[in-house]
């Protein structure tokens, strides 16, 4: 029971883009193709989850026990992009079509506010590892919804006749607002 | 002239939220009130100005390889000084903009100016560099931040100027996003004709 809540409220209720505003760079940036930004969510699922295990294991086990957890930003940087090109050399590796399909967004990941927030968040919300990882993969769900929602949106918005200064940016943003509008209905859920 | 130019190009011409759109994290999600704007700003100039020093003194002795490595090693050591500092002098800011200060470290802007700018400037263009960049950053979060304060609470800087409710959305999550994308019309509009 306590997974599904965990599930429900970090995917509907506070979704990390539309609510917390974390990772909002890939957002805009790739969410232009549905297929991009599918590639894009798997990625940021991969990686958010094994950061989050493994910075969790660095603050319960290296940081606490010595006393030092004010290096937190620090340490989980260094951890989080030392690790995203051991996830690229590995999946090289081990298996080259997975590479091929997530290959060019890993790069991208290491500057993605949304993986070192939620590895802050895991550990300043006292979870325990288990529940710790469910919120991990809880939240890149969320931001793979969010985010192919969008770019299905965006789709359809190219055909769209817009005012030439409202063109790009802007009316993504808009159409970003409209559609948190639309997942504040999930508040009060959990 | 150069160096007016290096301070200036930040503040308007190359404003980062603006105009190059990096930094969206920290804009979209601190900018509540405009106080909560002008201290993420504030915060993130202090970050900015002193990496941008430190990397380009340090440019010649760091090896090309591990230079991004080192970059945010420096960036992420003045992140943990602004946090412990904030915590301590401004409690109750630091408890507004939570998670958004160690994520400093991840925002491109800084990344963006040690990589791009002060790994091959002098010390003095350096600088400039960084508080120009930082400085329009605080702008446009302030004005960003006004703005939502001014529609969603019916206040400014914390002054309150009318009774009753004002419209609450936006101070929440979508007020946001509409009104950044309003304002890069507009000022993308502004560009065009000026």
């Known amino acids: 029971m306590e997974y599904i809540l965990i599930l429900i409220s970090a995917i509907f209720v506070s979704n990390i883009v539309l609510s917390q505003f974390l990772g909002i760079c890939p957002f805009l940036g790739v969410s232009g193709k549905v297929s991009t930004s599918i590639g894009m969510g798997a990625a940021v699922l991969f990686v958010m989850t094994i950061a989050t295990i493994v910075t969790w ?77 469910v919120f991990a993969i809880a939240n890149a769900i969320g931001f793979s919804l969010a985010m192919i929602i969008f770019a299905g949106i965006r789709e359809h918005l190219v055909l769209m006749k817009v005012p030439s200064g409202m063109k790009g940016v802007p009316i993504a943003l808009v159409t970003a607002g409209i559609l948190a509008m639309a997942f504040m209905g999930f508040s009060g859920l959990v | 002239m150069n160096q007016v130019a290096n301070f200036t190009k930040g503040l308007l011409k190359e404003n980062p939220v ?145 009774e009753g409710d004002a419209i609450l959305i936006f101070v929440l999550a979508p007020g946001a996003f509409i009104v950044l994308g309003y304002l890069i019309a507009l000022i993308n509009k502004l560009r065009k004709t000026a």
């Open chain 2, 18 to 162: 603006f105009v190059l759109l990096l930094g969206m994290c920290p804009t979209l999600g601190v900018t509540s009130t405009a106080v909560n704007g002008l201290g993420m700003g504030l915060a993130t100039t202090f970050v900015l100005v002193c990496s941008n020093i430190v990397v380009s003194l340090v440019k010649n002795q760091i090896p090309d390889k591990v230079r991004i490595p080192s970059f945010i090693v420096i960036i992420a050591s003045f992140v943990t000084i602004v946090e412990l500092s904030m915590q301590a002098f401004v409690p109750a800011l630091f408890e507004s903009l939570g998670l958004f200060i160690p994520l400093i470290v991840v925002n491109c802007i800084v990344l963006g100016r040690a990589e791009g700018f002060a790994s091959k400037n002098n010390v003095f263009s350096s600088t400039l560099d960084g508080l120009g960049m930082g400085l329009g950053f605080a702008l446009a979060l302030t004005i960003l931040g006004s703005v939502r304060e001014i529609l969603g609470n019916g206040s400014f800087f914390g002054m309150r100027f009318m």
């Open chain 1, 57 to 133: 294991l660095i603050q319960h086990y290296i940081l606490i026990p010595f006393g030092i957890t004010f290096l937190q930003t620090i340490f989980f940087i260094l951890v989080i992009a030392a690790l995203v090109q051991m996830v690229e050399l590995i999946l090289k590796k081990v298996s080259p079509p997975l590479y091929q399909a997530l290959g060019i967004f890993l790069p991208l990941i290491t500057t993605n506010c949304a993986v070192l927030g939620i590895a802050i968040q895991t550990v300043a919300k006292d979870f325990a590892l288990l529940p710790g990882v």
